[in-house]
């Protein structure tokens, strides 16, 4: 399973909207509100790497609201 974390700026006064939106979208293992320069973090996991960029990333990118995503693969040593 390949995981990643979204970090996610949103609108201002957007973060509670776009968190709950996030966790509806299938792949999206947990979404939560935080502190600093991103408004949200998101856990997210697919089976592959292709299915995590086709099938979630680009859903989360798509919620209205959301202004810049990062994210950060998780790679094992």
Known sequence: ???????????????????TALRDIAGVDSAEDVTGPYDVIAVVSAPTMQELGRGVIAKVQAVPRITRTTTCAVVEF
Do not use: C, K, N, P
Not at 1 to 19: D, F, H, K, N
């Open 1 to 19: 399973m390949i995981r990643a974390y979204i970090l996610v700026q949103t609108e201002v006064g957007a973060s509670t909207s776009v968190t």
